[in-house]
């Protein structure tokens, strides 16, 4: 049985026997799990893109281990789930990336569950995108402490309003300076304790949104390095997200900083990737694809990881990995065993770290995506119809090498086969929106997750930061599938807005034998917010700050059922315009 390297140098560097699980005995490594949001492979310094500098990302690839060929999935929601679990994204319940289909299965384990069960402190500040309603959210997923949005993407990116643990909060300044202020103050507070703290940054995610610092430097910048077809490059599209990319590498810096400051650098091992592709077409080292393909381009993300004196630097590894392999290989390098439910996808990427010549059993890489499947082996990638390109000699997958290599191409192909007979199907079972889980106080459910019936709109086609508007009838209503967990009552708060002319309208809310009634009394009618942070026209959803009321104390029962907001009375030409509610549970 080979040795566990890590744990060999646990025990030089710090001198004292180990306790495979008990955190107390030693000192493990904290774990510092940085993912940015739509950046491409392309879209850092160190990759050759010579429009932007990113000297303190680059820097965890110098001063550490650099994957050269890893691999996440076409989208934000399957690579989180991968991350956080080690499997494919296929097993865990996940399916789209929003609507509920974003939720992590209930008998998955995470990292955060892994290490906690280790000792570990643990946190995740930024986008979640893994489930909102306890028991899918972070706090019910081994986070100890969570400050940011569970959605997909998010409306506004300057003081938006967020959760912290379930409460809603409002940030301070560019949601990205933010996220890395909780960091600093969660590393600062347990500096004498190990800890994981998961960042999932929310850039360069659009709306594209950046602070004047940032912008100034690009919004007139000639771009050097395009995509390989400039014609259908946006060039302030590019602009933009290049700028909120070195506006993350400055919060990485932060967290560096910190980290030296405190004299953590040693015990901490850092790790750097994306969740998917570029989100818009730029220069991508002329890859194939973008966001949402799963061709090279789509699929293909920086993975950095560096922990000092502790792990060789400036190493880069060619062998291909995955968004699987994080979960096992920190698990590793922790020195703590990987307990999970179910048997992990992913391999511990130890022996490719320390050693020169590792033993490494060749494998696939299998991409998804709206019923697409690519399979990337160590040299080739066969595309969704079952075309073969030579990748080391070909990233730009232009010319179809099946013929040239018959022997390659049947092995991909079955191996393609095999695999999408292996993998569930996305589940035709509907899992309920849950409310009242016993061990929290407070459940949203926003106009993402509801399902608008007559003459109501969704304020945008892409949800997740949406609301309900167009409400003209009483034969109009709203409804969520849901569970209540647990016996009790719960004061309902309504999110609305209502111009003067409006006010008047009562609103009737039903759950089984419960409902609860609220007349409209008070006008709330702000202007839509976000327009005035793009730095170019967005595709989501503008918002709004929105009034919350209360509509009562709702006595609910154990069980599943129908959630139904609708109007009883109508006195204006519309009811109101909906966001959220929240189920504030009170005993």
Known sequence: MRLNISLLLLLLLLGCNTKKDDATTVKRPNIV????DDQGWGDLSISGNSNLSTPNIDALAQNGVSFENFYVQAVCSPTRAELLCGRQFQRLGVYATSAGGERLNLDETTIAEVFKKAGYQTAAYGKWHSGMQPPYHPNTRGFDDFYGFASGHWGNYFDPLIEHNGKLVKGKGFLVDDL?????????????????????????????????????????????DKHRDTTIEDPNFTRVALAMVENIDDNVGRILNKLQELNLEENTIVVYLSDNGPNGWRWNAGMRGKKGSIDEGGVRSPLFIYWKNAIPASKNITQIASAIDVLPTLAGLAGIEAKTLKPLDGLNMEPLIFEENPSWDSRFIYNHWNEKTSVRSQEFRLDNENRLYHIPSDLGQTK??????????????NAKESWQQEVPKPSTQIR?????????ETTQL??????AHGGIKRSNKYPNCSFYTNWKSIEDSITWDAEVLSDGDYEVILYYSCPEKNVGSTLLLE????????KITESHDPPLEGKENDRIPRIESYIKDFKPISMGIMKLKQGKGQLTLRA????????????????????
């Open 400 to 413: 179809d090498v099946s013929k040239n290599y018959p022997e390659v191409y049947t092995s991909l192909l």
């Open 432 to 440: 309920p929106f849950t409310i009242g889980h016993p061990n929290i």
């Open 180 to 224: 890395t202020n909780k960091a600093l103050e969660f590393i600062t507070k347990n500096k004498e304790k190990p800890f994981l703290l998961y960042l999932p940054y929310n850039t360069p995610h659009s709306p594209m949104q950046v602070p004047d610092k940032y912008w100034n430097k690009f919004k007139d910048k000639v771009l050097t």
């Open 446 to 451: 926003p106009a993402r997750d509801g399902i």
């Open 568 to 587: 009883s009375e109508i006195t204006g030409e519309e009811v109101i315009d909906f966001r959220l509610l929240l189920f504030n549970k009170l005993n």
């Open 33 to 36: 799990l940085i993912m940015a």
């Open 511 to 518: 759950f089984d034998s419960s409902n609860l009634s609220k």
